[in-house]
């Protein structure tokens, strides 16, 4: 039987991956909250639906997601020579 070193799963590279991913998340959620109006009988749908809000924030969130999906199915590259 060959006698195989058990290594953990994540490399430093994956966490990096997974931190970059978690952080574009939250600034997809950040761009995507606020819009509070002060007067409770106003209702202003420039700032409710803006580009920002609509767009550009679900898109991150989902890029954000894709980078945390490929950091953790991320292998480390094995020499066949070992």
Known sequence: MEDKK???????ENYKLLLIGL?????GF???IGGAAEDPNSFNASELFSERR???APMLIVAGYIVIIVAIMKRK???KDQ
């Open 30 to 32: 950040l761009l995507m």
């Open 6 to 12: 058990s290594q953990f799963g994540f490399q430093p």
């Open 54 to 56: 609509i767009t550009i």
């Open 23 to 27: 952080a574009i998340n939250i600034l």
């Open 77 to 79: 590259k094995v020499s």
